[in-house]
């Protein structure tokens, strides 16, 4: 059954903004920039919470700074027989940042960080390894734009 989307009004709109920039942001800050109480603004991110618009709170690590300087977008051709147990496999890998089962050729699309092209290189032949793994596509990102 496709759930409906919850009903968002500017206001909504302009909380999940700020929030996404800064997630650390008070209500008072956002209650201040919106015109609203520190109440209110609680009130409307619990909604947003209950509401399940909003999934978690996170955080954006600098991957430079965690000693990942290559960031590259993957892409896996797989067996449709074997789908799960490549997603199982891949959700184990420590450089497999994010991962979504798309349309197409690829199966399987990620986003990979790695210290530097040759450890790149190993994440990819680890993956190619996977049972069930038809090809492996990678494009290296050259400089973050958003």
């Known amino acids: 059954m496709i759930e409906l989307v919850k009903y968002l009004d500017e206001v909504d709109k302009k909380i999940l903004s700020l929030l996404s920039q800064n997630a650390r942001m008070s209500y008072t800050e956002i209650g201040e920039k919106l015109g609203l109480s520190p109440s209110a603004v609680r009130k409307r991110i619990e909604r947003l919470i209950r509401d399940e618009i909003i999934e978690r709170f996170t955080i954006v ?20 027989r074997q789908i799960n147990a490549i997603t199982n496999a891949i959700r184990e890998m420590e450089e497999v940042v994010r991962a979504w089962e798309a349309t197409g050729k690829c199966g399987i699309i990620c986003i990979v960080e790695a210290r530097d092209l040759d450890h790149l290189r190993e994440v990819i032949d680890k993956i190619m390894e996977i049972r069930g793994v038809l090809a492996v596509d990678c494009c290296v990102a050259l400089r973050r734009l958003k």
């Open 61 to 80: 690590l600098n991957p430079k700074k965690m000693g990942r300087s290559v960031t590259a977008i993957v892409t896996i051709s797989p067996s449709i």
